[in-house]
């Protein structure tokens, strides 16, 4: 089992109800870092993790990713100085049409700060620090609830903007909302992505989970260490949704293969 893990902001937050897997305490982060250099995990690389996942690399005992949704700066600011520390490797997801905005849908919130995201120079900074960065749609849509134009154009527009702003080519994906259906994978694949993650809860399993439909575990305000331990080690028998998907993706992957 791989534990690919789900965060999105680092930094400092007064405690909040709701949404709590999108804030991380900056000192908790460091302290999940910490956790996972002294037990020994072996954080890999996405592309490591696909290896292993395909079969073509021996699965590590304690293997973890670590991924970060929509690209905010608090990224730069606090997660990767730990990340570097450690030697880690993540993944950041950006919103190609959002770089260096205000990150506009936190207003519909009340009361919550409205951080911003990276600008594409701040990207390549991260990424020449050892940073990969994937796609998060052009506009953070919900990819199952638009049309099949508008799906192959979120896809394929924020992979060549990215590609143009970063010089490398964008591989990763990761869909906004964790929303997607059976149309938006194939286009995905058409695309060029060769992984994209979900929030499909679980971890991914060799052989059993396509890289295109990858489960994820997310990280709340509220996980401890313990809790981020069970999180992390503790393997779940896999939730419906995830039973399904990895059902549907075996009766089609001759198509994606
Ligand atoms: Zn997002």
């Not at 099949?148 to 909302?177: I, N, W």
């Amino acid at each position: 089992m791989i534990s690919i893990l789900m965060y999105h902001q680092v930094g400092d937050f007064a405690p909040m109800r709701t949404h709590r897997a999108n804030y991380c305490d900056r000192r908790r982060f460091a302290a999940q870092m910490g956790f996972l250099a002294r037990f020994g995990y072996r954080v890999l690389s996405l592309d490591q993790a696909l290896g292993v996942l395909r079969g073509e690399r021996p699965a590590p005992p304690r293997a973890v990713v670590l991924t970060f949704d929509d690209g905010y700066d608090n990224f730069a600011d606090h997660a990767l100085p730990v990340l570097q520390r450690h030697g880690f490797p993540a993944t950041v997801y950006a919103i190609s049409g959002w770089l260096g905005r205000r990150a506009e849908w936190f207003a519909k919130d009340p009361g919550r700060p409205i951080p911003t995201l990276m600008s594409a120079a701040r990207l390549r900074g991260i990424q020449d620090a050892g940073i990969t960065i994937g796609s998060h749609t052009h506009s953070h849509a919900r990819l199952a609830e638009v049309d099949a134009r508008t799906k192959r154009d979120e896809l394929t527009r924020s992979k060549s903007m990215l590609e143009d702003a970063l010089g490398v080519p964008v591989q990763h994906l990761c869909y906004p909302f964790g929303s997607f259906d059976h149309d938006t994978v194939h286009a995905a694949a058409e695309t060029g992505y060769l992984s994209a993650t979900t929030c499909l809860r679980g971890g991914a399993e060799v052989l059993i989970d396509h890289p295109l439909v990858l489960p994820r575990k997310a990280i709340s305000y509220g996980d401890n260490l313990l809790g981020y331990w069970w999180k992390v080690a503790v393997k779940q028998a896999p939730t419906e949704t995830l039973e399904e998907w990895r059902e549907t993706m075996r009766e089609s992957v001759a198509h994606l293969s």
